[in-house]
């Protein structure tokens, strides 16, 4: 676990990077783990750097020297352990320190771009826009006026031959804690921008992922509590999250997929799916106010 670290700048301390998840290869790092392997170390260092230092105008010399290897060997390592590079590692973490950046200050998208590490604000809101799937003042203003969600638009009925589907159960490891669970299919294992499906479930059960195009597509899951929750969407951290293999998916078919939830993990991704933070209809909306530096 990495500790969190103080930021000098606005007097908050970062939460551990345990709180940034969704799941990538976990068996491979379990593995390492066991084994005692120096490698996960390694990694585990660099991680601890890209969260430490997003802001900076990191290089994978730079990121590579901290695990003491070579860059080449690092990035091979490295993408094993956590399923994509170094590069695109630090892209998301700049990203979803972002989201948090604009809920929890007054500073506006132009000063955000440059702390999280952007010198340009034209490629900053164009990158914040596809990932997180809403541009950063819209994130922002929906964020803290409360709206309760931004539901898919609804799929055709099944079958359908021109799409297909994927179905299955999903259970969190805690029933007794009310929470609600994301369930959804990407084109890659980075959860970020929309997802081509999704389904909400607000109890352990049956999920159902309509609309499915032809191609393969990563299942991802989280879970989030419903009480005794934190008012703050950016103070909130999952329950719970999962994944299944990548499922190929051809028309007219319905495939059976089970997702097994666990623990987030210190090489799991951030997410930047902006549906989980913008789903505050449980929660009161005076506790919702515009945020200010420092704060």
């Known amino acids: 676990m990495i500790p969190a670290r103080p930021d000098p700048r606005f007097g908050m301390r970062n939460q551990s990077i345990l709180?940034?998840?969704?799941?990538?290869?976990?068996?491979?790092?379990m593995l390492l783990h066991r084994m005692g392997d120096p490698l996960q170390a390694a990694v585990e260092r660099a991680v601890e750097t890209i969260w430490a230092r997003y802001s900076e105008p990191l290089t994978l010399d730079d990121i590579a020297d901290t695990a003491i290897l070579s860059k080449f060997y690092f990035s091979r390592v490295f993408r094993k352990l956590t399923g994509t590079s170094p590069g695109r590692f630090l892209s998301v973490?700049?990203?979803?320190?972002?989201?948090?950046?604009?809920?929890?200050?007054?500073?506006?998208?132009?000063?955000?771009?440059?702390?999280?590490?952007y010198n340009s604000l034209g490629t900053f809101t164009s990158r914040f826009t596809r990932s997180v799937g809403l541009?950063?003042?819209?994130?922002?203003?929906?964020?803290?006026?409360?709206?309760?969600?931004?539901?898919?638009?609804?799929?055709?009925?099944?079958?359908?031959?021109?799409?297909?589907?994927?179905?299955?159960?999903?259970?969190?490891?805690?029933?007794?804690?009310?929470?609600?669970?994301?369930?959804?299919?990407?084109?890659?294992?980075?959860?970020?921008?929309?997802?081509?499906?999704?389904?909400?479930?607000?109890?352990?059960?049956?999920?159902?992922?309509?609309?499915?195009?032809?191609?393969?597509?990563?299942?991802?899951?989280v879970a989030v509590a419903l009480r005794d929750i934190d008012p703050r969407p950016w103070r909130r951290r999952p329950l719970c999250v999962?994944?299944?293999?990548?499922?190929?998916?051809?028309k007219g078919q319905v495939l059976d997929v089970e997702l097994t939830a666990r623990e987030p993990g210190c090489f799991d991704l951030p997410i930047l799916l902006a549906l989980p933070e913008l789903d505050s209809w449980r929660v009161p909306q005076p506790a919702l106010t515009a945020p200010t530096a420092g704060r």
Not at 19 to 26: G, K, L, V, Y
């Open 135 to 221: 541009s950063p003042t819209r994130f922002r203003a929906l964020a803290l006026s409360g709206y309760p969600d931004l539901p898919p638009p609804e799929p055709p009925p099944l079958p359908h031959p021109q799409f297909g589907a994927v179905q299955g159960s999903v259970s969190v490891p805690t029933p007794e804690l009310p929470s609600r669970i994301y369930v959804a299919a990407f084109k890659d294992p980075i959860v970020e921008g929309w997802p081509i499906a999704c389904d909400v479930l607000d109890t352990s059960g049956e999920y159902l992922l309509h609309s499915l195009p032809e191609g393969t597509w990563h299942l991802r899951m």
């Open 19 to 29: 709180e940034f998840a969704m799941p990538i290869h976990r068996s491979f790092a």
């Open 93 to 117: 973490v700049r990203l979803y320190q972002a989201k948090h950046l604009l809920l929890k200050t007054s500073l506006n998208v132009t000063e955000i771009s440059y702390l999280v590490g």
């Open 242 to 250: 999962g994944e299944g293999q990548p499922v190929t998916v051809r």
